[in-house]
């Protein structure tokens, strides 16, 4: 017992001490100096560094989306999250969408800012003055009871559900605002985006560090150009490298802040299809549209993760009644099950829970078949559209407290 004794002393001895890492706890005045602010931002980005880009512009990597579907998928992803999280936080896509369902997309969405407006709807923006502007909230829901068909072909893009599971992982859930800036609309205030963005400024330093951290990871921000978007039109205004400050939430809309984005915020003029992503704690906003002619029109997606909260409230099982006819088409026309993936798991609700355990108990599993593995299966036994109503409603009555 003695010699083993020793023998573990020996080894303890021998062992280096633990390595401790300095942690600050919350944010406090000494996160938001503007002068560490100017230093992490006033870098460049290297292309050498992102070998699945084709470009850097303006600070901000550009993808050929045309190119990138030869790509290795994981490698082109942990590329895609190195970039959102440590590198510029902006990637652009280069005809991420085809202009012909760009094209049907716009006519839907004209629709229904015209009905809105023949019933007198304004809908305000956040960021901008009430009635300058055009604007479709949950226009993900609309568009899908609107053109069920156009919606599920717009969001079978697989070069959306490459970043989107990048950063989101397999089941995120896609909401959508349509956007149209008219001649003369103004800039935005540049700000952080949902969640800690849109807290009250004095409640944002009683969040602890790490949900200052957590945050970007919960939601992906983009936009697809929906016309071309020369820098007169007011494409968003993008300081690439901004997400990385930790005290960016609480220090964002402070005057110094807020004229050093103006002093260095860059734009990027979009062509039709086009789609720019970014991590919602790089400091953006919509430029000013300056042109005489141009209606800026763009879909801005916020794709949230399942665990976190979405910002609007969609009638999921709605959309997926509407869109399921236009899934069995595409299937039948012998579209890859990839393409139908990503239109099911942009529309259905993805995640299990919050549910009721004494009705809708998981069964062999940790957690019950989401609605999303409701209608994958619905689709893999091609059942019809009255059957898949019946699958739903009793997945929903289970699901009821």
Same mark, same amino acid.
């Given at each position: 017992?003695?010699?083993?004794?020793?023998?573990i002393?020996?080894?303890l001895?021998?062992?280096a001490a633990?390595?401790?890492?300095?942690y600050?706890?919350?944010?406090?005045?000494?996160?938001?100096r503007?002068?560490?602010?100017r230093?992490?931002?006033?870098?460049?980005?290297?292309r050498?560094?992102?070998p699945?880009?084709d470009?850097?512009?303006?600070n901000a990597l550009?993808y050929s989306a045309?190119?990138i579907?030869a790509?290795d998928?994981?490698?082109?992803? $942990?590329?895609?999250?190195?970039?959102?999280s440590?590198?510029p936080g902006?990637?652009?896509?280069s005809?991420?969408f085809?202009?012909?369902i760009?094209?049907?997309?716009?006519?839907?969405?004209f $629709?229904?800012i015209?009905?809105?407006r023949e019933?007198?709807?304004?809908a305000?923006?956040h960021?901008g003055k009430p009635?300058?502007?055009?604007?479709i909230?949950?226009?993900a829901?609309?568009l899908?009871?609107?053109s069920p068909d156009?919606f599920?072909?717009?969001?079978a893009n697989?070069t959306?559900?490459?970043v989107c599971?990048?950063?989101?992982?397999p089941?995120?859930?896609v909401?959508?605002q349509v956007?149209?800036?008219?001649?003369?609309?103004?800039q935005?205030v540049?700000?952080?985006d949902?969640?800690?963005?849109?807290?009250p400024?004095?409640?944002l330093?009683?969040?602890?560090?790490?949900?200052?951290?957590a $945050?970007?990871v919960?939601?992906l921000?983009?936009?697809?150009?929906?016309c071309d978007?020369p820098?007169d039109s007011?494409?968003?205004?993008?300081l690439?490298h $901004?997400?990385?400050?930790a005290g960016?939430?609480?220090a964002f809309?402070?005057?110094e802040?807020?004229?050093?984005?103006?002093?260095?915020?860059v734009?990027l003029p979009?062509?039709?299809g086009?789609?720019?992503?970014?991590?919602?704690?790089?400091?953006?906003?919509?430029?000013t549209?300056?042109s005489?002619?141009i209606?800026?029109?763009?879909?801005?997606?916020?794709?949230s993760?399942p665990?976190g909260?979405?910002m609007e409230?969609?009638?999921?099982?709605a959309?997926?009644?509407?869109?399921?006819?236009a899934l069995?088409?595409m299937k039948?026309?012998g579209?890859?099950?990839?393409d139908?993936?990503n239109?099911?798991v942009?529309?259905?609700?993805?995640?299990?829970f919050p549910t009721?355990l004494d009705?809708d108990?998981?069964i062999?599993t940790?957690a019950p078949?989401?609605?999303?593995?409701a209608?994958?299966a619905a689709?893999?036994d091609?059942?019809s559209?009255?059957e898949?109503?019946v699958?739903?409603?009793?997945?929903?009555?289970?699901r009821?407290p």
């Open positions: 017992m003695a010699l083993i004794a020793a023998t002393t020996a080894r001895a021998g062992m633990p390595v401790r890492t300095t600050t706890p919350w944010i406090d005045e000494s996160a938001c503007l002068d560490d602010f230093a992490q931002v006033l870098c460049q980005t290297d050498a560094d992102y699945y880009a470009d850097v512009r303006n550009v045309a190119a579907t790509a998928r994981h490698e082109l992803q $942990s590329e895609l999250i190195r970039a959102l440590d590198g902006v990637v652009v896509f005809d991420a085809s202009p012909e760009v094209d049907r997309a716009n006519e839907s969405f $629709s229904i015209a009905a809105q019933a007198g709807t304004t305000g923006d960021f009635g300058a502007n055009d604007r909230w949950n226009a829901q609309k899908a009871l609107h156009v599920a072909e717009y969001y697989d959306l559900a490459i599971q990048a950063w989101l992982g089941r995120y859930q909401t959508s956007n149209v800036v008219n001649p003369g609309g103004t935005q540049p700000h952080r949902y969640h800690l963005g849109f807290v400024g004095a409640h330093a009683q969040y602890p560090a790490h949900l200052h951290r $945050s970007p919960l939601t921000q983009g936009a697809v150009a929906h978007m820098v007011g494409p968003t205004m993008l690439p $901004s997400q990385r400050f960016g939430y609480i809309n402070r005057p802040f807020v004229e050093f984005f103006a002093e260095h915020h734009q979009l062509h039709k086009d789609a720019v992503f970014f991590n919602p704690a790089l400091y953006h906003g919509a430029g549209n300056v005489a002619d209606r800026r029109i763009a879909n801005l997606l916020q794709v993760s665990f909260r979405a409230a969609l009638d999921r099982t959309m997926v009644r509407a869109i399921y006819p069995l088409a039948a026309a579209r890859p099950h990839r139908l993936y239109a099911v942009a529309t259905a609700e993805g995640y299990a009721n009705s108990q998981p062999g940790l078949p989401s609605q999303v593995d209608v994958l689709l893999a091609d059942l559209a009255d898949l109503d699958v739903l409603a009793a997945q929903e009555e289970r009821m």
